[in-house]
């Protein structure tokens, strides 16, 4: 049944409305698992959803409960997105997963109310494996995925690398990669696990992708903000998706 998903934020922040939390309290993955223990998840989500007064911690946990049931409802209504996943996934790669506008414009077309649209741009596959780290690799890979499925331009790209095309220090896991990224709603990835569950990787936490926040990284907000502004009028978001509120800093 895939009807779960898992969200992991490891040693990351979740933004919430008060600011960044650190995640010690949720240091282990939560994992909703329907298809081996659906009464406890029912437990758990009435216990959070029915509290009066929630702060701190908890509220944002509820609030990330309820982004990744509706991230989970887009992406598993999605068969051609579902495909894309199950493609990567076939090639078990060392911490592998699909991010960026994938995740990104499927919720904010399901937001917009403009129903299930191709997947517009490239299919970014993003993994981490240190003992490869040749371009050539990524071809190869780009390769095997266009045999298992042509309708998608496969862009594979090892972040073990990418450090150095983007100037910046060695990252040591793909989620490690992703807070380098330029934007919060772009800096998410998601992957079918080997249990069957939807699992997702969200260093900024989901609050401004479901919130059509269109907003820099602090990497991108502090020292590369050009690119940040550049991005946001070669993509025409703000024309693509007319709810989107573009917050920069000052």
């Given amino acids: 049944m895939r009807g779960a998903i898992s969200i992991a934020h490891r040693d990351t922040k979740i933004r919430s409305e008060s600011g960044f939390l650190t995640s010690k309290w949720l240091k282990h993955k939560i994992i909703f698992d329907i298809q081996t223990d659906p009464n406890n998840r029912g437990r758990l989500k009435r216990r959070l959803l029915n509290a009066d007064t929630l702060s701190g911690p908890i509220a944002v946990y509820r609030e990330t409960m ?8 887009v992406l598993l209504n999605d068969p051609v997105r579902m ?3 199950y493609a990567v996934q076939a090639l078990e790669l060392s911490d592998g997963w699909i991010g960026a ?4 414009d499927a919720v904010w077309d399901h937001l917009h109310g403009y129903g299930q649209r191709p997947v517009s741009g490239d299919v970014d596959v993003v993994w981490f494996d240190a003992k490869s780290g040749s371009a050539a690799d990524d071809r190869v890979l780009e390769e095997r995925l266009s045999q298992q499925s042509s309708a998608f331009n496969w862009s594979v790209k090892n972040q073990a690398r990418m450090h150095q095309r983007n100037g910046n220090k060695p990252y040591h896991s793909t ?3 992703l807070l380098y990224w330029p934007e919060t709603a772009t ?10 569950l939807i699992e997702v990787i969200a260093p900024y936490g989901l609050d401004d992708l479901f919130a059509l926040r269109l907003r820099p990284t602090p ?9 940040f502004r550049q ?5 025409r978001w703000l024309q693509r998706y007319p709810g989107l509120q573009l917050i920069v800093p000052t």
């Fill in 66 to 73: 309820k982004y990744q049931d509706l991230l989970q409802s």
């Fill in 83 to 85: 495909n894309a996943l």
């Fill in 101 to 104: 506008g994938f995740v990104r």
């Fill in 175 to 177: 989620e490690n990669a």
């Fill in 187 to 196: 800096a998410i990835a998601v992957r079918m696990g080997r249990s069957g």
């Fill in 219 to 227: 990497v991108f907000a502090q020292h590369k903000l050009a690119i």
């Fill in 231 to 235: 991005r946001v009028a070669e993509k």
